[in-house]
Every structure is written in C-alpha cells, then in structure tokens.
C-alpha cells in the first residue's frame, strides 16, 4: 500500500519568503497526487492535483507543486507567502480510488 | 452551487454508545468517502460508497458501518463508541468512481465527535 511522507511538521515563515514543503510517496507506477489546505476554522480545500502531463501544476493563490517521478516528491512551493497562508497543508496520493494523506504540514507566517 | 453538507457540526458522546453522522455530497456527484481525522494527523480512510455499493474499506473495526442513499447521501455509523474514536469525522464527495480513479474528491466541515 501506499504512504506519504511529509518532511517538516511545522514550518514558520516571514511574510514575502519563499517556501517548499515536502512531500514523498512511497512506490511508483501511475500515481494522482493532491496537495489539501487546512485554513484555521475551514474545511479541507484543494490546492492543486497532478493526474498527468506537465510535472509543473499550478494552483490557487499562488502555489504549484513539481512531480519528479524518479524522486517520488510532489513538493509545494510559493515564492512568496503571505500571513493568510498559515494554515495545515496536506499531500495525498489516490490509491484505488482511495486518498492516502500525509501527516500534514503546519505553516505559520508571520507578519 | 452548495458543497459538501455533513450533520452534525460537533456531537458529544460517552464510551459504548452509538453514533450516526450524516453526509450530502455535492450535486451531481454520485461517489462518498468517509475519513477519520485525529488530531495531529492527516486524514484516514475509512469507506468509499458509489452507486448505494462499498468500492471501498480502510483498516477500522467492524464498530464502523455506512451505508449510501439512492440520492448518494450517506451515513457513517459507530457503535460502542471508544474514547480513541474522538476525531473530526470527513466527508467526501466525486462525481464517479473508477479503480484508477482520478475524480478530485472535495471535502466537507466534518463532524467533531467527542467520545467522554
């Protein structure tokens, strides 16, 4: 079975720095793979999905992810984040049908 | 158009007793997946319906049971409630279901449930 390995439980940025969380899954073949976001008080929200094609998918409010399949990673990055992007950020990957989540990445921002 | 609606918001609960949280997918969206969400941890799996039929099972015990509607809503039911079941119960809907399934699944507010 599937697993997702997210490198850092809690991140903290300044406002405008760049960040890249990580996120590794644990076999290849043909892999979906998510990015989820968790605003403090909110539901789980899409970011972004990687079904095929461009290893480089952007996303809502900034953000993209790279696929490298030789690496298994599906990393998240923004140039620059703003204090409305703390929240808990979540890697997945679709097994069967199925969404396989990491263990969630908090980011605090500070203003 | 309206998301995904679980009921109830929070729900409190002591040891042994039973619970039925209640989901209604999106619109048009005929697929439901329950996930547990401790806290701390990102969400698990717990059962996948489609068409009124389980495509789906996590490891969880035989205390938790759902079941789909023939308007795709569903329920997630635990008996003998323990104090470990204490988490933020999601819902999910898709608009269909596939082995190699690449429909994005959205998510609902979840229950919070407290076992005491």
């Known amino acids: 079975a599937q697993s997702v390995s997210q490198h850092n439980h809690h991140v903290i940025l300044s406002e405008a720095a760049s960040l890249e969380l990580g996120c590794n899954y644990s076999?290849?073949?043909?892999?979906?793979l998510f990015w989820y976001v968790q605003y403090p008080g909110q539901h789980l929200q899409l970011l972004l999905k990687?079904?095929?094609?461009?290893?480089l998918v952007k996303g809502i409010k900034g953000f993209e992810a790279e696929f490298i399949k030789s690496k298994f990673s599906f990393n998240l990055r923004k140039p620059s984040v703003q204090w409305s992007d703390t929240a808990e950020y979540f890697c997945?990957?679709?097994?069967?049908?199925?969404?396989?989540f990491g263990q969630g990445t908090e980011l605090s921002v500070k203003p | 158009d309206a998301g995904v609606t679980q009921s109830p918001t929070h729900l409190i609960k002591t040891r042994g007793q039973q619970v039925t949280l209640r989901c209604s997918p999106i619109s048009g969206h005929k697929s439901v997946s329950w996930y547990q969400q401790v806290l701390g941890q990102g969400p698990q799996f717990i059962f996948q319906y489609y068409e009124k039929e389980e495509r789906g099972r996590g490891n969880f015990p035989d205390r938790f049971s759902a079941r789909q509607f023939p308007n795709y809503s569903s329920e997630l039911n635990v008996n003998a409630l323990l104090l470990g079941d204490s988490a933020l119960y999601l819902c999910?809907?898709?608009?269909?279901?596939?082995?190699?399934?690449?429909?994005?699944?959205?998510f609902g507010p979840g229950t919070r449930l407290t076992v005491l």
């Open positions: 997945a990957v679709n097994e069967r049908g199925k969404l396989i």
């Open positions: 990687y079904f095929s094609g461009d290893p």
């Open positions: 076999y290849g073949g043909t892999v979906n």
């Open positions: 999910a809907s898709s608009s269909t279901w596939r082995a190699g399934n690449t429909d994005t699944q959205y």
